[in-house]
């Protein structure tokens, strides 16, 4: 069965200031890997997603992540942030074919203080 | 299209009593995931129905929780009797298909006292 591992339970940043949320899965067969974004109180949103082609993908709002199958890891990335930027970000894994059910990790709070 | 609709928002019952959250998926969508989430736990997927069977409830914790999909635009989950630690928030979302990212409603934040 897959699962997820985010390494980081707190990321504390400055304003403008890059940052690397870090994402691991294991999974016997192919994935489809999804970051989402959740604000207090909210529900979860989607930030980007790996299904195939291209191994980096990007955001509308300037983060950006890179599928490695040899590392199993699919961190997220952004050069500058914003306080705006505030908010706990989960990495999700499906597998191609099997259960398909989309697993998440526990989630990485990302705070950016000015 | 309004997006997956949960109900009620809020949810504050005694212990020993039965609660059942509700969900509406978005329109044309064949799967439904509910999820629990906890501080401690994080987001866990209690389970999972595809063209409204459920093909994965491995993650739900005891027989206390039952969830059904009588068609393809509704989804409950009923806990029977309520304790105290399953006091959450539970998250319902849906999904077009496979490979495709799910949609997830506002949540039901319950409290069991």
């Known amino acids: 069965a897959q699962s997820v591992t985010q390494l980081d339970s707190q990321v504390p940043v400055f304003e403008e200031a890059p940052v690397e949320l870090r994402c691991n899965y294991s999974?016997?067969?192919?994935?489809?890997l999804f970051w989402y974004v959740q604000y207090p109180n909210q529900g979860l949103q989607l930030l980007l997603k790996?299904?195939?082609?291209?191994?980096l993908v990007e955001s509308i709002n300037g983060f950006e992540a890179e599928f490695n199958k040899s590392q199993t890891s699919f961190h997220l990335r952004k050069p500058s942030v914003h306080i705006s930027d505030t908010a706990e970000y989960f990495c999700?894994?499906?597998?191609?074919?099997?259960?398909?059910?989309?697993?998440f990790g526990k989630g990485t709070k990302l705070t950016v203080n000015p | 299209d309004a997006g997956v609709i949960q109900s009620p928002r809020h949810e504050v019952t005694e212990m020993g009593q039965e609660v059942t959250l509700r969900c509406k998926p978005i329109?044309?969508?064949?799967?439904l995931f509910w999820y629990r989430q906890t501080m401690m736990r994080g987001l866990e997927l209690l389970i999972y129905?595809?063209?409204?069977?459920?093909?994965?409830d491995s993650g739900m914790p005891e027989d206390r929780f039952s969830a059904k999909m009588p068609n393809a635009s509704f989804s409950t989950l009923k806990i029977q009797p309520s304790e105290p630690r399953d006091s959450a928030v539970y998250f319902c979302?849906?999904?077009?298909?496979?490979?495709?990212?799910?949609?997830f409603g506002q949540g039901t934040r319950l409290t069991v006292v």
């Open positions: 129905f595809n063209n409204n069977v459920p093909i994965d």
């Open positions: 329109s044309g969508h064949n799967s």
């Open positions: 999974s016997s067969v192919s994935v489809y």
């Open positions: 979302a849906s999904r077009a298909q496979v490979g495709t990212e799910a949609f």
């Open positions: 999700a894994v499906s597998e191609k074919g099997g259960s398909e059910k989309l697993v």
């Open positions: 790996y299904l195939s082609g291209s191994t």
